[in-house]
Nanobody, 124 residues
Framework: VQLQAFGGGLVQAGGSLRLSCAASGRTFSRYDMGWFRQAPGKERDFIAVISWSGRSTYYADSVKGRFTISRDNAKNTVDLQMNSLKPEDTAVYYC??????????????????WGQGTQVTVSS
């Protein structure tokens, strides 16, 4: 599966952004889908994951209550709604697909495919 993330940009603290990830291929609904982010000089951090069916979600503590992950298997998309953004949310955001059976997949090595990343910058 090929993934393309988009929707990043510059936003003021307290604002919102919605990221989308479009997947190619007919097997999208088989994958659990996750979002990660990476700030300059830092490791790639887990943000959220949604199960293949959409019934289960799991979030990092740093974004819980502010970010919401969702998916539309008919459209082959997974979205990340980000509210109450903070300057520390500034990073390149990546979507990823996982076929692993463990749950939740909160580590980069649990994912099989990655999108190219989209920059999110939150100004103070």
């Amino acid at each position: 599966v090929q993934l393309q993330a988009f929707g990043g940009g510059l936003v003021q603290a307290g604002g919102s952004l919605r990221l989308s990830c479009a997947a190619s291929g007919r097997t999208f609904s088989r994958y659990d889908m996750g979002w990660f982010r990476q700030a300059p000089g830092k490791e790639r951090d887990f943000i959220a994951v949604i199960s293949w069916s959409g019934r289960s979600t799991y979030y990092a503590d740093s974004v819980k209550g502010r970010f919401t992950i969702s998916r539309d298997n008919a459209k082959n998309t997974v979205d990340l709604q980000m509210n109450s953004l903070k300057p520390e949310d500034t990073a390149v955001y990546y979507c990823a697909a996982s076929l692993r059976t463990s749950w939740p997949q909160d580590r980069p090595e649990s994912y099989d495919y990655w999108g190219q990343g989209t920059q999110v910058t939150v100004s103070s």
